[in-house]
Nanobody, 123 residues
Framework: EVQLVESGGGLVQPGGSLRLSCAASGFTVGNYAMSWVRQAPGKGPEWVSGVGSDGNTHYPDSVKGRFTISRDNAKNTLYLQMNNLEPEDTAVYYC?????????????????RGQGTQVTVSS
């Protein structure tokens, strides 16, 4: 059974940093494309980073240069390092397992995700 458990969220001031973790079980993180997706109240899901099994990373312009996705295959864990956070980054963050190994930015199937972790950026 695929399980994804996010952690590391919290309250941070603008300009601050957080590192989110996603502990995976039931599959090997390094064999699949993975994403981080966020959802703010009243809005739809927004993709914020992705990584393929080849290790190539992808970001939308809104977070490029501030967010870094990575994984630790030995721990079977996905990470999202978030720097220079802005109030607009406030949302629940989810890690997503995609069906295949190749990352496709057009893939909007976020059904295989964890319970999420809340990130609040506020002074």
């Amino acid at each position: 059974e695929v399980q994804l458990v996010e952690s590391g969220g919290g309250l941070v001031q603008p300009g601050g940093s957080l590192r989110l973790s996603c502990a995976a079980s039931g599959f090997t993180v390094g064999n699949y494309a993975m994403s981080w997706v966020r959802q703010a109240p009243g809005k739809g899901p927004e993709w914020v980073s992705g990584v393929g099994s080849d290790g190539n990373t992808h970001y939308p312009d809104s977070v490029k240069g501030r967010f870094t996705i990575s994984r630790d295959n030995a721990k079977n864990t996905l990470y999202l390092q978030m720097n220079n956070l802005e109030p607009e980054d406030t949302a629940v963050y989810y890690c997503v397992k995609h069906i295949g190994s190749v990352f496709n930015p057009r893939d909007r199937n976020y059904s295989n995700r964890g319970q999420g972790t809340q990130v609040t950026v506020s002074s």
